[in-house]
């Protein structure tokens, strides 16, 4: 299995917002909705930040929002702080009770 | 609080057998709605899923490293553990252990543990 596509980087200001995309294949992404995302600081572990696409975990800020259409997951960041200012992964289930995760998205809050 | 926490050597040979025990607290290993996975991130570079555990021992590794990996689980310690064989300096790594929900996601992860892979 394929890693799943994401964007090196994206940057954006302070309050402004961003979007990161990652594209799976129909034998992942495009075929199930379960699609997470994780936030990591360097030096931590990651954070889940979205889960089944959509929904957040209690205590995430609902500044962070996720979609999905196909084979491409995004997740979007409205109202930048500098404390987003990490790295960005999505995974998605792959079947066989496997997952892969994406390539992670360094984010930068100019 | 639901706490994880890897544990293991510190440096590993080429060749040898890699091991690392992931010990669960605050919350049983046996619980219905979850499986245990291991994940690893080479430095500066992102997560591998590596495999994953229910508490009854039924797993599921990445085909990528198939043949290589075995992971195991003792409820009585409530803990789980890795074992990756036939190292190489390819599999320098931080080792992650965390909670994978039956609806397919990572919600609790360990600190993460840096395993060199050197002579």
């Known amino acids: 299995q394929s890693a799943l596509t994401q964007p090196a980087s994206v940057s954006g200001s302070p309050g402004q917002s961003i979007t990161i995309s990652c594209t799976g294949t129909?034998?992942?992404?495009?075929?199930?909705?379960?699609v997470s995302w994780y936030q990591q600081h360097p030096g931590k572990a990651p954070k889940l930040i979205i889960y089944e696409g959509t929904k957040r975990p209690s205590g995430v800020s609902n500044r962070f929002s996720g979609s999905k259409s196909g084979n491409t997951a995004s997740l979007t960041i409205y109202g930048l702080l500098a404390e987003d200012e990490a790295d960005y992964y999505c995974c998605s289930y792959a079947g066989n009770r496997n997952f892969v995760f994406g390539g992670g998205t360094k984010l930068t809050v100019l | 609080q639901l706490q994880l926490q890897e544990s293991g050597p510190g440096l590993v040979k080429p060749s040898e057998t890699l091991s690392l025990t992931c010990t669960v607290s605050?919350?049983?290993?046996?619980?219905?709605?979850?499986?245990w996975g291991w994940i690893r991130q080479p430095p500066g570079k992102g997560l591998e899923w590596i495999g994953s555990?229910?508490?009854?021992?039924?797993?599921s590794y990445n085909p990528s490293l198939k043949g290589r990996v075995t992971i195991s689980v003792d409820t009585s310690k409530n803990q789980f553990s890795l074992k990756l064989s036939s190292v190489t300096a390819a599999d320098t790594a931080v080792f992650y252990c965390?909670?994978?929900?039956?609806?397919?996601?990572?919600?609790?992860w360990g600190q993460g543990t840096l395993v060199p892979v050197s002579s």
């Open positions: 129909s034998s992942d992404l495009g075929s199930y909705n379960v």
């Open positions: 555990i229910y508490y009854s021992g039924s797993t």
């Open positions: 605050g919350g049983s290993i046996t619980t219905s709605s979850y499986f």
């Open positions: 965390a909670r994978q929900s039956t609806r397919d996601f990572f919600d609790f």
